[in-house]
T-cell receptor, first 115, second 116 residues
């Protein structure tokens, strides 16, 4: 069975602060994929990143960065110099690389960035 | 423009009525999925289909039914047997095929269903 835990229910920061969203996962698969999605108030989920379990390199995309640590089963997401437009619910998700490839989602972290 | 459309955005029904939610994609994706989202919770998988004329139950399939007669379309019917149907329903698609890597899923705008 797979499980994704996002222990932070809600985070509030002031604009320009850095913020890290935590994600811890459980799986018995040796090959799997991790994802982050953003859900703005409109409701539609926006894909942010996909990471293969064999690739532990950290990734940076503009103000976004991701830290994948297989040893601690974590895939944390950091927003640098946060902006009001970053306010949303962020979901971490997990998918095996075989069989049922549907996503298992965490419960999400609501990020509020205050001006 | 390529994408996933879901209609309607808001849907209201009386208890005891079946209702069908539409999901169409023009991304030429093989796989399609239906998720349910309840307030303050993550998404849970209802049904998925990796190829036309084939679909599989997800984690919470009871009270729901689907069909996949065309690659572009994956409608979801919420039946009267679903005990708590009020929720936000999201459809997704991906190019994932059996034997290939797990690709990211792209989501539609969702349908908010209210049953009273």
């Amino acid at each position: 069975a797979q499980k994704v835990t996002q222990a932070q229910t809600e985070i509030s920061v002031v604009e320009k602060e850095d913020v890290t969203l935590d994600c811890v996962y459980e799986t018995r698969d040796t090959t799997y994929y991790l994802f982050w999605y953003k859900q703005p108030p409109s409701g539609e989920l926006v894909f942010l990143i996909r990471r293969n379990s064999f690739d532990e390199q950290n990734e940076i995309s503009g103000r976004y960065s991701w830290n994948f640590q297989k040893s601690t089963s974590s895939f944390n997401f950091t927003i640098t110099a946060s902006q009001v437009v970053d306010s949303a619910v962020y979901f971490c998700a997990l998918s095996p690389d075989a069989g049922r490839r549907a996503l298992t989602f965490g419960s999400g972290t609501r990020l509020q960035v205050q001006p | 423009d390529g994408g996933i459309t879901q209609s309607p955005k808001y849907l209201f029904r009386k208890e005891g009525q079946n209702v069908t939610l539409s999901c169409e994609q023009n991304l030429n994706h093989d796989a399609m999925y239906w998720y349910r989202q309840d307030p303050g919770q993550g998404l849970r998988l209802i049904y998925y289909s990796q190829i036309v004329n084939d679909f599989q139950k997800g984690d919470i399939a009871e009270g729901y039914s689907v069909s996949r007669e065309k690659k572009e379309s994956f409608p979801l019917t919420v039946t009267s047997a679903q005990k708590n149907p009020t929720a936000f329903y999201l459809c997704a698609s991906s190019i994932s095929l059996t034997g290939l890597s797990s690709y990211e899923q792209y989501f539609g705008p969702g349908t908010r269903l209210t049953v009273t």
